[in-house]
T-cell receptor
Framework: DTGVSQNPRHKITKRGQNVTFRCDPISEHNRLYWYRQTLGQGPEFLTYFQNEAQLEKSRLLSDRFSAERPKGSFSTLEIQRTEQGDSAMYLC??????????????FGNGTRLTVT | QKEVEQNSGPLSVPEGAIASLNCTYSDRGSQSFFWYRQYSGKSPELIMSIYSNGDKEDGRFTAQLNKASQYVSLLIRDSQPSDSATYLCAVNLGGGADGLTFGKGTHLIIQP
């Protein structure tokens, strides 16, 4: 399978704990994106990387959130001191270049986070 | 505030009929437009992309773009129960901006 891979699929954690998610993009894709989706809403942009460089971060990405893509391949998204409002589906996507008509975003299966 | 607007539905269409899904966007600089399908509990999957005014057809799906009206639509012909899903409209702003801005999605129900 050469699609975008995310782990874990599900994560249940207690409020205040730290969690880390991993995303492996399609191998030849330079761009990697993180989105968050809550029930009844479309995906909301969090951040993106071009290779190992983090080029943009949304205002949604509080200082409790950090993302890395150390070697320009896989990426991790860490949430520190989780809050119940962090409960959501966290989606990773990759694209060959920017999100143009001939280089669309391909999404992974997502990590569903539940904070109790 | 750059926005993408969709009617959340649900939109109920009889099997075999044409389903019409609509989307408007606020930024005239938007350059590329996408329709994604999302089944409940699953991730979005790309259906179609379009960047020039007019129609683009792919099988039972037709995307329509009108940049002057800042309007993009998706038509699904011969609707099947398996088409029941949420359809997300997404827009790339272009001009150096990256990523996609998504609408909230339209929940489509195809009635057998």
């Amino acid at each position: 399978d050469t699609g975008v891979s995310q782990n874990p699929r599900h994560k249940i954690t207690k409020r205040g704990q730290n969690v880390t998610f991993r995303c492996d993009p399609i191998s030849e894709h330079n761009r990697l994106y993180w989105y968050r989706q809550t029930l009844g809403q479309g995906p909301e942009f969090l951040t993106y990387f071009q290779n190992e460089a983090q080029l943009e971060k949304s205002r949604l990405l509080s200082d409790r959130f950090s993302a890395e893509r150390p070697k320009g391949s896989f990426s991790t998204l860490e949430i520190q001191r989780t809050e119940q409002g962090d409960s959501a589906m966290y989606l990773c996507a990759s694209s060959l270049v920017g999100a143009t008509y001939n280089s669309p975003l391909h999404f992974g299966n997502g990590t569903r986070l539940t904070v109790t | 505030q750059k926005e993408v607007e969709q009617n959340s539905g649900p939109l109920s269409v009889p099997e075999g009929a044409i389903a019409s899904l609509n989307c408007t966007y606020s930024d005239r600089g938007s350059q590329s437009f996408f329709w994604y399908r999302q089944y409940s509990g699953k991730s979005p999957e790309l259906i179609m992309s379009i960047y020039s005014n007019g129609d683009k057809e792919d099988g039972r799906f037709t995307a329509q773009l009108n940049k002057a009206s800042q309007y993009v639509s998706l038509l699904i012909r011969d609707s099947q129960p398996s088409d029941s899903a949420t359809y997300l409209c997404a827009v790339n702003l272009g001009g150096g901006a990256d990523g996609l801005t998504f609408g909230k999605g339209t929940h489509l129900i195809i009635q057998p």
